[in-house]
């Protein structure tokens, strides 16, 4: 069955995803490449 999904919802499930992103080693090494070389890292 289709269930409706409001936005807060589908906010929360985004921080969600995002921050279990951003502790993989390899996404920390990309963010901190793009500071300091201000070019993304290709791994």
């Not at 499930?13 to 995002?18: A, L, P, V």
């Not at 990309?30 to 791994?43: A, D, F, I, Q």
Request: hydrophobic share 35%; glycine share 6%.
């Amino acid at each position: 069955p289709i269930e409706t999904v409001s936005d807060e919802k589908i906010l929360e499930m985004e921080r969600e995803g995002i921050l279990r992103l951003m502790r993989t080693e390899g996404t920390m090494d990309r963010v901190e490449h793009m500071l300091t070389t201000g070019r993304p890292l290709r791994n």
